[in-house]
C-alpha cells in the first residue's frame, strides 16, 4: 500500500469515529501534512481518495467540509429501451429544484442539438439514491416546449413518474425514439454545490432528445453526472455470419 493510501485510510477512520462532524472542516493541508509527517503532495493524493468516496467537498479558500460518515456507492446502469429507463426513474427519486422559461443560447442549443433563440421551459432537478441517504447521482435540466410544461403542471413535481409518461398521459404525444448522446465535459460551477463536487472535476454528461413519430423532439434532457457516482454499461455482442 502506497503512503497517500494508507494516509486516506486513516482519514477515513478518524471521519467515521466522529474526530470532524458531518459539517465540519478539516485543518489545512499543510497542517494535516505535519500532523502524519507526509509531504504535502501525499496529504493532497490522500484527500483525492477521501473526496472521490464522498467523504469531503474541497473548495478553494473554503477548506475540506465533511459531508457523509459512509462512501457512497456507484449507481451502475445499462439503458438500452424506454422500459430500463422506466426502471431508473422508479429507483432514484427526483428532486425539481427550479421551474423557468428560457431562450436557449448558442452553447445550449449545441448540447441540446436545437436552434439558437428557441424558447423552452426548463426544469432543473437532482436525481438521488434513496438507498444512499439520498446522496446526489445526477443534475438534469429538463427542456419542454412552453404549451407542453404549461399543460403538465404541477405533475413534474411527482418524484417516481417519467415525464415523458405525463406529457402522453396530458397531450397524447409518445416517444417513438430517444437520440442518446454522451460525453466528457467538466462540472459547470452552477452545479458544484448541488453536487457537492469539487470545482472543475470530471463529469458525463449525457443529452436525451425524445421524439414523437414525425420525428420532432418535445422534451430534451442534459444529466449531469459526477465521474465517480455513476458508471453506464453496454455490452456488445458478435454480429452472425
Known amino acids: ?5 494508507a494516509v486516506a485510510e486513516d482519514l477515513v477512520r478518524q471521519i467515521q469515529s466522529g474526530r470532524w462532524p458531518i459539517g465540519g472542516r478539516l485543518a ?5 501534512a505535519a500532523e502524519f509527517d507526509v509531504s504535502r503532495g501525499t496529504m493532497r493524493a490522500a484527500l483525492d481518495i477521501v473526496e472521490e468516496l464522498g467523504l469531503v ?10 459531508e457523509r460518515l459512509k462512501p457512497h456507492s456507484v449507481f451502475v446502469r445499462s439503458l438500452h429501451s424506454l422500459d430500463e429507463l422506466t426502471e431508473y426513474s422508479v429507483e432514484t ?10 431562450v436557449v443560447d448558442e452553447v445550449d442549443a449545441r448540447v441540446m442539438g436545437c436552434r439558437p433563440g428557441e424558447r423552452w421551459t426548463k426544469i432543473r432537478m437532482l436525481r438521488i439514491d434513496p438507498a444512499d441517504d439520498g446522496w446526489p447521482l445526477c443534475c ?10 404549461a399543460a403538465v403542471g404541477d405533475q413534474v413535481l411527482d418524484p417516481k413518474r417519467l415525464i415523458s409518461d405525463m406529457v402522453e398521459q396530458v397531450t397524447g404525444r409518445t416517444v417513438h425514439t430517444i437520440e442518446q448522446r454522451m460525453r466528457a465535459a467538466t462540472v459547470p460551477d452552477s452545479m458544484v454545490d448541488l453536487l457537492h463536487a469539487a470545482a472543475g472535476s470530471p463529469v458525463l454528461r449525457m443529452t436525451r432528445r425524445y421524439l414523437d413519430r414525425a420525428g420532432d423532439p418535445f422534451e430534451i434532457t442534459v444529466s449531469v453526472h459526477p465521474a465517480e457516482r455513476f458508471e453506464y454499461a453496454v455490452d456488445l455482442e458478435r454480429g452472425r455470419g
Open 1 to 5: 500500500m502506497r503512503r497517500y493510501e
Open 28 to 32: 489545512p493541508e499543510v497542517d494535516l
Open 57 to 66: 467537498s474541497r473548495r478553494p479558500r473554503r477548506g475540506t467540509r465533511v
Open 93 to 102: 427519486d427526483r428532486q425539481v429544484l427550479s421551474i423557468a422559461d428560457v
Open 140 to 149: 438534469t435540466d429538463v427542456y419542454l416546449e412552453p404549451d407542453i410544461a
